[in-house]
């Protein structure tokens, strides 16, 4: 049955906001976050208004409810990235989550001259950590470059840099140019040089359906505030074999067994990794969006966004001194569009984009070293989700093509 755009914007009370200019919002970055159907904003509400309390600590009744809400939001969304619970440790997004890898896993077991494989097409997340640890331990960064034609991941390149790798770190859909990596061939080759892996799925989850134990990443990250989810919450997955390797990163309450003036001993699994108050209105909230995420088929989803961007991609880049970065027409790619003009500063056309009701974000994406191979300092992004229809991306092509022949100066 093909997707009812028209009933699934239903759910999304914000999407009938207007602008205090009185435009009607047209929300085009949700690469930056999502916007959150009413069952999600319902299930956070109502953990506050009727059953607020601690989890995993106290016996009465409420205490009970938030324990038993926070588990079976673990157990719906492990069950969504097909996986057991045992195997998902909360964090507070993507972020926490590689740097849980970088702390937890790789602290543990890398030494000095070890190397960990990154891309160039990296979130700053997915860079920072390991620039850390090389300072710390003296392990070896190497990064893999793109093709700036193709907007591609240079797959030779990566061949000879995971040679002797002990860790391959890899975005599995740019949040910039949109564009999917070939995440089995990466995983294979991986395996075959024994590199573990780790996928930043930040972007690629709100998109395509990840099957976390049939896929044979090591490590996932994601943040589910770009899924329907609320801010403040993600996960990362871990294969059992590689949580047994991994130590303590945050240390308090809650991921300990016992404390005493001689030491302490620590919880086993994913409860060592889970430090202090749980997030616990946030569980609840993502349990509800994937709950709600799940009665859609993701392929449909991603082809109905795929179908926006590309015509967007196409439409704009007609327009005099735009210049499009990526491929959002290539079947793979999930919905961002990278865009400058020749003379509108990208700030400028971003504000005068929002005039018209557009909301894009503008910047370096938290992707410098990107940005630096595709020789900007910042693009322009529009970038779709489940609830935008053609009709918004028509209105805003037709916008952009205004603003540009009143304010180019090329
Ligand atoms: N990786 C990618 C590809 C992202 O797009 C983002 C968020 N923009 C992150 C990591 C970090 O996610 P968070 O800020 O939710 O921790």
Redesign the pocket.
Known sequence: MALDIESIRDDFPILNRRLPNGKKLVYFDN???SQKPQCVIDAMSEYYSEYNSNAHRANHTLADEATTALEEARNSISSYFGTSPDQMIY????????NLVSFGWARENLEEDDVVVITEM?????IVPWQQLSKEKGIEVRYVPIDTNSFTLDMQAFEVAVEGAALVCV??????LGIRNPIERIVEISHSNNARVLL?????APHERINFDDSGVDFV?V????MGGP?GI?CLLVKKDAMDQMGPFMTGGSMIKTVSTNGSTFQEGHAMFETGTPRIAEAIGWGAAVDWLDKFDMVQVHSHINKIASWTAEKISEIDGITVYGDPTRQDSSGAVSFLHDSIQSQDLSILLDEGGFAVRTGH???QPLMDALGVPSTNRASFWIYNTMEEAESFVEHLSYVVERFSTS
Request: with cysteine; charged share 15%; glycine share 8%.
């Open positions: 690469a930056a976050t964090t507070s997004g993507a972020t926490e989550a590689i990296e979130h700053h997340a997915d975005v599995h859909t740019s949040n910039v930043d799925c930040a972007q690629g990250a943040s589910a505030h770009k801010t993600g994406h938290c992707a």
